[in-house]
């Protein structure tokens, strides 16, 4: 065992001494080699210095080539346009009708790219190119503008908008083909290069001719339609107040936004939405000068016969506001020439709600004679006419008449004063007036009213010498008026209060009435003495006995009962046949004051003919009626 161990130890022994000797083999080769290298240091440091530079130089020679390359690539680029300039000149000369749109297009693009290459490079040697390729931009521009517009000439023909209107079909449009080329072509020459070689003026060149040519259309579409505005406006007696709707100014305005919206439809397929607008107003400008035109001449007519034709004023008030909002939604361009072109008319429409009171106060001043038999004047129809035709207008005129002020139309200097001091233009929103405002039309209407019963009633009081005549008169009027209120929108317009403010002024007038019927009232009022007599006798029923209160009676008693008998008949005749005949009465005046007056004589005459009517025995000598023949005579007076 013991051997063995000493065998295996020594074995291991050998092999350390054996691995001892390699590393120190090792160690001698290290060290030989960075004996070799510290050698070869020393040895490379004058080639390394000798190819710092080659290496240098090598450097410089790259970069230099690396510009002769750009060089010869501008050089390049500068050659080219000036090779392409046939090629290009070829085309823009040839015209696009015979190259095609298109290709034409591209053709001055790649000029226009040319310019601004050989522009860049600010070379003497390019100054020529650069001359010739803007004069060949400029011939294309032209030849552009001048196929723009020979495409609009060929749909400039003017349309009869009478045939779209009456048939309720759209205005015409330009066809999708041709919108499709005008759109390329005001691509190109909206463009700033475009503007800037060959038009100074901001505006687009292709606007500037689409406004000429469109908007000479348009213009010449609705000239028949001014001149039928004005025609039908003043073709009506002088005396006549206007009637809604007679007037052509309503087509006229709906055939302008008719034509108006499809030209915008137009526009926008072709321009570009920031020059919508502007290509709009520009094409309108003319149809729309013709237009207010047109207003101005109205407005004349108007002034001229301002408490006939302040109505037409009115429509056109509301007809063009209503308009002009809608366009000017639509386009956002249109609000000032239609508040411009308006204004005039509405600020005499304005001046006409305080004219129309104070003609009324000067109409009824100026009458020297009213009617001798009581009856309604005509003044009062036309006036309730007036207040009719005014009913139909009540959105421009709350809108009017807000403006102005409730209640200022009944002085007329405040009113001057806020038409004169009134410079702000028309809101096209105006209509928007709030609730306050869509009672100032009942306001004017039932201060118009009580103008003209107060001058009426005072003109009565100076001319009739008769109180009941008086009375019928103003009787009969407010008839009128109340009539012509309920048979129409003016009760709806003024409410219920109109209806107590009328019915004040008919109690006055049959108050006035019932004044010349007190005579026989009076005839019929007894004196009884009680301290002289005793309580007259009555019948079982309650029913006076009239024998016994005769047999009362002294015989001067008896003799001025019988003369108050003949009195009362002889004036309850005379009056019952001037209700019937003398004057007259609207039927609904007749039967209203024959109940007043029933209801008046009635229960006196039944009292005293209880009590006396056997003055006569039955002979009928005094006691002309009984009470059955007295009522029945009194129902005949309705």
């Not at 759109?183 to 909206?190: A, C, N, P, T």
């Not at 003016?490 to 007190?518: H, P, Q």
């Amino acid at each position: 065992m013991i051997k063995t161990r000493n065998a295996a130890h020594a074995e291991e022994s050998a092999e350390v001494e054996v691995l001892f000797a390699e590393a120190a083999k090792f160690d001698a080769i290290s060290k030989k080699i960075k004996t070799s290298l510290s050698r070869l240091e020393r040895g490379g440091q004058p080639v390394s210095d000798a190819l710092k530079p080659v290496y240098s130089n090598t450097q410089g020679l790259q970069v230099m080539n690396d510009n002769i390359d750009k060089i010869l690539d501008a050089i390049d680029k500068m050659l080219g346009p000036s090779e392409d300039k046939g090629r290009e000149e070829r085309i823009i000369r040839a015209g696009p009708d015979r190259v095609g749109l298109p290709d034409y297009l591209a053709s001055l693009k790649r000029i226009d790219r040319s310019l601004s290459q050989m522009s860049s490079t600010n070379l003497r040697v390019n100054q020529q190119a650069i001359g010739d390729f803007n004069e060949l931009l400029s011939d294309g521009n032209n030849k552009l503008q001048a196929l723009f517009r020979s495409i609009l000439a060929e749909d400039v023909q003017p349309v009869e908008p009478l045939h779209y209107l009456t048939k309720e079909i759209p205005f015409p449009v330009l066809q999708q083909e041709k919108v499709s080329r005008l759109g390329l072509i005001d691509s190109f020459l909206s463009s700033t290069v475009a503007r800037d070689a060959s038009y100074s003026s901001r505006e687009s060149p292709s606007i500037r001719i689409y406004a000429e040519m469109r908007g000479g259309y348009l213009s010449s579409s609705v000239h028949n339609l001014s001149a039928a505005s004005i025609s039908t406006s003043k073709r009506k007696a002088s005396d006549e107040i206007y009637r809604q709707g007679t007037s052509g100014i309503g087509t006229y305005a709906q055939g302008l936004e008719g034509i108006f919206s499809a030209e915008f439809g137009n526009i926008s397929a072709i321009f570009a939405r920031e020059n919508w607008g502007l290509a709009f107003e520009a094409t309108c400008r003319k149809a729309l000068a013709e237009f207010a035109k047109t207003l101005r001449e109205l407005n004349m007519h108007i002034k001229q016969n301002l408490t006939t034709d302040c109505f037409l004023a009115y429509e056109i008030v509301e007809i063009v506001t209503n308009i002009g909002y809608r366009l000017d939604q639509l386009s956002g361009q249109l609000k000032l020439p239609f508040a411009d072109a308006l204004k005039p008319i509405r600020e005499n429409a304005k001046s006409s709600l305080p004219e129309l009171i104070e003609d009324v106060r000067r109409r009824v001043s100026s009458l020297q004679t009213l009617p001798p038999d009581g009856s309604a004047l005509p003044f009062t129809s036309e006036v309730m006419t007036r207040m009719q035709t005014m009913a139909m207008y009540p959105q421009s005129l709350a809108s009017i008449m807000a403006s102005l002020g409730d209640g200022n139309w009944n002085s007329p200097a405040a009113a001057a004063s806020n038409t004169n001091s009134s410079t702000s233009l028309l809101s096209l929103k105006s209509f928007d007036v709030g609730a306050d405002s869509s009672q100032l039309l009942a306001h004017y209407i039932m201060d118009t009213i009580e103008t003209l019963l107060t001058s009426l009633d005072s003109k009565a009081r100076t001319l009739f010498k008769s109180k009941s005549l008086s009375g019928v008169f103003m009787a009969n009027n407010i008839a009128v008026i109340d009539r012509m209120i309920r048979s129409s929108d003016l009760a709806s317009v003024l409410g219920s209060n109109a209806s107590s403010k009328i019915e004040t002024w008919r109690k006055r007038g049959t108050s006035a009435y019932l004044d010349s019927w007190r005579e026989p009232c009076s005839a019929l009022m007894d004196v009884q003495y009680t301290s002289r007599h005793t309580r007259p006798p009555s019948g079982s029923n309650g029913v006076i006995d009239s024998a016994a209160v005769i047999k009362q009676l002294g015989s001067k008693d008896k003799d001025v009962i019988k003369e108050k008998f003949k009195s009362f008949n002889t004036s309850f005749d005379e009056l019952s046949a001037r209700h019937n005949k003398a004057l007259a009465m609207e039927r609904e005046v007749r039967s209203q004051l024959a109940r007043e007056v029933q209801a008046m004589i009635e229960p006196l005459y039944a009292r005293f003919w209880d009590r006396y009517h056997e003055i006569d025995k039955g002979k009928g000598k005094y006691v002309k009626f009984d009470k059955g023949s007295l009522s029945a005579q009194l129902a005949s007076l309705g």
